[in-house]
Nanobody, 127 residues
Framework: QVQLAESGGGLVQAGGSLRLSCAAS???????????MGWFRQAPGKSREFVAA????????YYTDSVKGRFTISRDNATNTVYLQRNSLKPADTAGYYC?????????????????WGQGTQVTVSS
């Protein structure tokens, strides 16, 4: 199976920046038909929501409206790693952030499309 490991979370003040990383690995990774790598987040007391996604083949990117212009998703094919650069952070960005991988036929913002998930990394934005 595909294994995903997030890192880079922490405590940051409002207006600051933080970059999250997600490294993909596993015995079946090289045979997995990966289409999207996505980032989702879940704030305390709220449901998990889509944040950003990148198409692995071609690099097209997608963002939820609340993070457009502040967050940037990118990939490094050589290391099978996806990044989420987060600038101008707000307290509303406080959440556990999860990366996920979706295969053929997936919709980039639809959570059930993602077959593999990381364990998450916590980001807390203080005012």
């Amino acid at each position: 199976q595909v294994q995903l490991a997030e890192s880079g979370g922490g405590l940051v003040q409002a207006g600051g920046s933080l970059r999250l990383s997600c490294a993909a690995s596993g015995r079946t990774f090289r045979t997995y038909s990966m289409v999207y790598m996505g980032w989702f987040r879940q704030a305390p007391g709220k449901s998990r929501e889509f944040v950003a996604a990148i198409r692995w083949d071609g690099g097209s990117t997608y963002y939820t409206d609340s993070v457009k212009g502040r967050f940037t998703i990118s990939r490094d094919n050589a290391t099978n790693t996806v990044y989420l650069q987060r600038n101008s952070l707000k307290p509303a960005d406080t959440a556990g952030y999860y990366c996920a991988a979706a295969g053929y036929g997936a919709t980039y913002y639809y959570q059930p499309s993602y077959a593999y998930w990381g364990q998450g990394t916590q980001v807390t934005v203080s005012s």
